[in-house]
T-cell receptor, first 117, second 117 residues
Framework: NAGVMQNPRHLVRRRGQEARLRCSPMKGHSHVYWYRQLPEEGLKFMVYLQKENIIDESGMPKERFSAEFPKEGPSILRIQQVVRGDSAAYFC???????????????FGEGSRLTVL | AQKVTQAQTEISVVEKEDVTLDCVYE???????LFWYKQPPSGELVFLIRRNSFDEQNEISGRYSWNFQKSTSSFNFTITASQVVDSAVYFC??????????????FGAGTTVTVRA
């Protein structure tokens, strides 16, 4: 039973380029969350998505950042025109639908580490 | 607003020593959840525990134990007889309770534990 899969694990971009980070949730999980971990800090919530819907994007920067979770395929976190301050580890988590088997645990992937030169 | 404080930035111990990690939180919610996650050097986040604010019983799981003191807003974590494999960054986190709010975790800055052989 594969866990949350994130790729790439490491990504290097130059300032002004675009970064795309992918996340495939665990099998049976319909909820995806993105968190960002800046160096020497804890994780900070960015966005919560369900299939084809953004439920809560209150933690997303207003510009250059977007996220999607299409009907087919992985969730994508997209950062346009990256700047050095975007260098961070981006974690994706998933959970099953609320109720039933949902115990409140978020299952995290191994993270994607973005370095902006 | 929610806030989680992990005052200890780094702790270094010799194998077999006990180590206690402090976590103090602030919230205006009467119902909330507290979590501990482990982040080993490989970078993934490993879920350790989730505790409901109404459940103040201490919990023990193998060499891990947790002390929840609602009166002091603390949720401390103790590793007994530490081992080298316990070396990691440990994060305490807090979320509002509610049907669909569990996902928005507020993380502390983390405590780096180094266990020397």
């Amino acid at each position: 039973n594969a866990g949350v899969m994130q790729n790439p694990r490491h990504l290097v971009r130059r300032r002004g380029q675009e970064a795309r980070l992918r996340c495939s949730p665990m099998k049976g999980h319909s909820h995806v969350y993105w968190y960002r971990q800046l160096p020497e800090e804890g994780l900070k919530f960015m966005v919560y998505l369900q299939k084809e819907n953004i439920i809560d994007e209150s933690g997303m920067p207003k510009e250059r950042f977007s996220a999607e979770f299409p009907k087919e395929g992985p969730s994508i976190l997209r950062i346009q025109q990256v700047v050095r301050g975007d260098s961070a580890a981006y974690f994706c988590a998933s959970s099953p639908p609320f109720g039933g088997e949902n115990t409140g645990e978020l299952f995290f992937g191994e993270g994607s580490r973005l370095t902006v030169l | 607003a929610q806030k989680v404080t992990q005052a200890q930035t780094e702790i270094s111990v010799v194998e077999k020593e006990d180590v206690t990690l402090d976590c103090v939180y602030e919230t205006r919610d009467t119902t909330y959840y507290l979590f501990w996650y482990k982040q080993p050097p490989s970078g993934e986040l490993v879920f350790l525990i989730r505790r409901n604010s109404f459940d103040e019983q201490n919990e023990i799981s193998g060499r891990y134990s947790w002390n929840f003191q609602k009166s002091t807003s603390s949720f401390n974590f103790t590793i007994t007889a530490s081992q080298v494999v316990d070396s990691a960054v440990y994060f305490c986190a807090l979320s509002e309770a509610g049907w669909s709010n569990d996902y928005k975790l507020s993380f502390g800055a983390g405590t780096t534990v180094t266990v020397r052989a």
